[in-house]
């Protein structure tokens, strides 16, 4: 589905991912930890086109999208859910949502089905988002990933600055993404939380990966989860 191949990405003269590699399976959830400034971010707009990378591939879904501009790689079928949400603040829950709504060979979701996964968006939809909550925002900003069809959904940050009934509506959106096939890769401070919900885990310092392996094998080893990610 998404594989980076040694990628090496720059702000500038300043080098910020030397070399990491990573896959993310069809209907795999795949959580990527660190660090605040181990290159976790980076890795995701490195994929998005957003800060491309200078040497290295990234292939989705059989394609090449190293050089390719960021709304053709959207097109493909890669959603994200940034940390900042970029909900435009001025314009009504379901105007945004209609901004992001888009076909790809990949399945397609409705407003209803989103409504079912967040059922308080039903209320919230003709309001200015401006008046919304933070969790309220990333209910919007999840919906508006799904309504584009993705094969893949990328998370930044997805449970920060959220009540923790919230986050659990996230991973329960992240399950329920899974059973329909969509893949995740979610970039997470909360490690718990993100173990507890992926497959596989890799985990990044200094723009580089220092380990991979099953969630599961991080979440019983508390001597080497402590080591890696301090928990």
Known sequence: MLEIFNIETFYGETQALFGPSLT????????????????????????????????????????????????????LGIGWVPDDRRIFPMLSGWRNLAL????????????????????????????????MSGG?????????????????????????????KIVQDVLKTVRRMKSEGIASLIVEQNALAALEVSDRVYVMDRGRIAHEGKSQELLDNAGLRRRLIGM
């Open 100 to 131: 992001g709504a888009r076909r790809t060979r990949f399945r397609a979701w409705s407003r209803e089905e989103m409504c079912e996964i967040f059922p308080a968006l039903e209320h919230l939809m003709r309001r200015d988002c401006e008046t």
């Open 136 to 164: 309220e925002l990333q209910m919007v900003a999840i919906s508006r990933a799904l309504l584009g069809s993705p094969g893949i959904v990328l998370f930044d940050e997805p449970s920060q600055g959220l009540a923790p």
């Open 24 to 75: 993310v399976g069809e209907s795999e959830v795949v959580a990527l930890l660190g660090p605040n400034g181990a290159g976790k971010t980076t890795s995701i707009r490195s994929i998005l086109g957003l800060s491309p990378p200078r040497t290295g591939r990234i292939r989705f879904d059989g394609s090449d999208i190293t050089n390719m501009p960021t709304h053709q790689i959207s097109r």
